[in-house]
């Protein structure tokens, strides 16, 4: 497809524009459609059918998130979903527990499961994982760190950088020793930051980190979104959901790593009384509507984000194929088809 979007088709309203796209590929999601990937209760069957919800939205690449946890619930979750044996799984994304322990960079991962890097650890979590754990995001700065960022590289793991305080000297160690992303830039960080140096420009300016963005209109303001992109360039950004289990379902009480959250009429995903938000109910179609009219940017631009770009980062490709219907007026993408 060269990066585009593919021609279209005019469809019978001339606002819309039928699309084949390549399957989309998504580096982040917690669960879906009430199942919460991180609860070690999860059966095949959840597993199942979470996926089947997922696929229907487009993506049929993606990466099962588990955060903070102890080795055990890590151990647990990742077995039920490996053997769920779906092909849409493309590997495990390792959320934590190497990350900041502060309020703030936390984010909503359990505080007394953090800890310091350790290769020890890791291995654990690599073996229940069958080898399977894709992706790792970690602060740079926390004990540890830096080994393993060198360990994981030269296993073939990705590394990005995440829930953190980090400074500009150690974000600069990270990269050097092999990072190559940065985990839902904006968010997992500190509500006040000086205004430079700070971890955000540190992190937009540097070239050798892609990025992830959560485009749903919570995680960032659409000023935001705008700004990061260009300053990344499209080049450099791929689009995720951070979806959990309230993703694809009505407001209500639902779970992430097995802690109690509210999904709200307005989309928006928090535990009960806090700031800070705790994953979301974003789908891929969504957060490319959302791109292009955040940032003003055509379609063709925006699609890689959530395709190539991001199977290119995991060195996969994208499979299968999305039929959709772009409505130009709206900003809107409506998945009609997808084959596996």
């Given at each position: 497809?060269?990066?585009?979007?593919?021609?279209?088709?005019?469809?019978?309203?001339?606002?819309?524009?039928?699309?084949?796209?390549?399957?989309?590929?998504?580096?982040?999601?917690?669960?879906f459609?009430?199942?919460?990937?991180?609860?070690?209760?999860?059966?095949?069957?959840?597993?199942?059918?979470?996926?089947?919800?997922?696929?229907?939205?487009?993506v049929?690449?993606?990466?099962?998130?588990?955060?903070?946890?102890?080795?055990?619930?890590?151990?647990?979750?990742?077995?039920?979903?490996?053997?769920?044996?779906?092909?849409?799984?493309?590997?495990?994304?390792?959320?934590?527990?190497?990350?900041?322990?502060?309020?703030?960079?936390?984010?909503?991962?359990?505080?007394?499961?953090?800890?310091?890097?350790?290769?020890?650890?890791?291995?654990?979590?690599?073996?229940?994982?069958e080898?399977?754990?894709?992706?790792?995001?970690?602060?740079?700065?926390v004990?540890?760190?830096?080994?393993?960022?060198?360990?994981?590289?030269?296993?073939?793991?990705?590394?990005?950088?995440?829930?953190?305080?980090?400074?500009?000297?150690?974000?600069?160690?990270?990269?050097?020793?092999?990072?190559?992303?940065?985990?839902?830039?904006?968010n997992?960080?500190?509500?006040?930051?000086?205004?430079h140096?700070?971890?955000?420009?540190?992190?937009?300016?540097?070239?050798?980190?892609?990025?992830?963005?959560?485009v749903?209109?919570?995680?960032?303001?659409?000023?935001?979104?705008?700004?990061?992109?260009?300053?990344?360039?499209?080049?450099?950004?791929?689009?995720?959901?951070?979806a959990?289990?309230?993703?694809?379902?009505?407001?209500?009480?639902?779970?992430?790593?097995?802690?109690?959250?509210?999904?709200?009429?307005?989309?928006?995903?928090?535990?009960?009384?806090?700031?800070?938000?705790?994953?979301?109910?974003?789908?891929?179609?969504?957060?490319?509507?959302?791109?292009?009219?955040?940032?003003?940017?055509?379609?063709?631009?925006?699609?890689?984000?959530?395709?190539?770009?991001?199977?290119?980062?995991?060195?996969?490709?994208?499979?299968?194929?999305?039929?959709?219907?772009?409505?130009?007026?709206?900003?809107?993408?409506?998945?009609?088809?997808?084959?596996?």
């Amino acid at each position: 497809m060269g990066g585009g979007a593919g021609a279209g088709v005019v469809s019978a309203a001339a606002a819309l524009r039928t699309l084949e796209l390549p399957g989309f590929v998504d580096l982040q999601v917690n669960g879906f459609a009430g199942v919460d990937f991180g609860d070690p209760a999860i059966t095949k069957g959840d597993v199942s059918r979470a996926v089947a919800a997922i696929e229907k939205t487009g993506v049929t690449r993606f990466l099962p998130t588990l955060i903070t946890s102890t080795l055990e619930t890590f151990a647990a979750c990742a077995r039920t979903l490996l053997d769920a044996a779906l092909p849409s799984i493309a590997g495990i994304h390792m959320e934590g527990p190497y990350i900041a322990p502060e309020d703030g960079p936390r984010g909503a991962h359990a505080r007394e499961h953090v800890r310091g890097a350790d290769l020890d650890d890791f291995k654990r979590r690599q073996d229940a994982a069958e080898g399977r754990i894709r992706l790792v995001t970690l602060a740079p700065e926390v004990p540890g760190a830096l080994p393993l960022v060198e360990h994981l590289v030269a296993a073939g793991v990705r590394v990005a950088i995440g829930h953190t305080a980090a400074n500009r000297t150690e974000i600069q160690d990270a990269v050097a020793a092999g990072a190559t992303l940065s985990t839902h830039l904006g968010n997992g960080c500190s509500g006040t930051l000086p205004r430079h140096p700070n971890l955000l420009w540190e992190q937009l300016g540097e070239d050798r980190l892609l990025a992830s963005f959560i485009v749903d209109g919570h995680h960032l303001p659409p000023a935001t979104v705008r700004s990061m992109i260009r300053a990344k360039t499209p080049a450099r950004t791929i689009l995720v959901t951070d979806a959990m289990a309230a993703a694809g379902m009505p407001p209500g009480a639902y779970t992430i790593g097995r802690q109690r959250v509210e999904l709200d009429a307005t989309g928006r995903v928090a535990a009960p009384g806090a700031s800070n938000l705790a994953g979301s109910a974003l789908s891929i179609p969504v957060a490319i509507g959302n791109s292009v009219r955040f940032t003003g940017l055509p379609l063709e631009d925006v699609i890689p984000m959530a395709t190539t770009r991001a199977a290119e980062y995991l060195g996969i490709r994208p499979a299968g194929k999305v039929v959709a219907e772009w409505d130009a007026e709206a900003k809107t993408l409506r998945v009609v088809g997808v084959t596996l």
